[in-house]
């Protein structure tokens, strides 16, 4: 390996470390979602247990909880994106809070796996520039 090779790898390292830090970030952010979804589930499954007039605790986020009467327990409302929420089914709701659930995990499963692929190629480039730094001392002595 010549100079401008090294310095090229080094380089490809320092990228390969901002990726794998921007991976950390979207996992990061794709839990506290997954986490949302599965307290948004929970709260909807004690609504559906519940009959009209049971008082049942509510998630505000935060890991805090508020009492609440329960007026409906087969209707709900639900994001649909963009700060639009329509009325629908509890069954449906729960439906389409499991396909979210779903679309997450997959979404942190691939996360995982390209920074378990990143930090691969990452250290094989260590590897190799660290042989490549002892090679040089030795030439040098």
Not at 15 to 44: I, P, T, V
Not at 65 to 76: E, G, L, M, P, Q
Not at 111 to 127: I, P
């Amino acid at each position: 390996m010549n100079e401008q090779e090294i310095r090229q790898a080094m380089a490809a390292l320092e990228a390969y470390k901002a990726q794998l830090e921007a991976m950390n970030e979207q996992g990061q952010l794709l839990q506290m979602s997954l986490e949302d979804h599965s307290r948004a589930k929970d709260a909807l499954e004690a609504v559906a247990r519940g009959q009209p007039g049971d008082e049942v605790l509510m998630p505000v986020g935060g890991s805090s909880y508020v009492y609440a009467t329960v007026s409906h327990n087969d209707r709900v409302l639900v994001g649909v994106g963009t700060g639009v929420s329509m009325e629908k089914p509890i069954g449906d709701a729960m439906t389409t809070l499991d396909a979210r659930i779903n679309e997450l995990m997959d979404a942190l499963k691939k996360v995982g796996e390209g920074r378990t692929a990143l930090e691969a190629k990452m250290q094989q480039l260590s590897q190799v520039l660290q042989q490549e730094y002892q090679r040089m001392q030795k030439v040098q002595k």
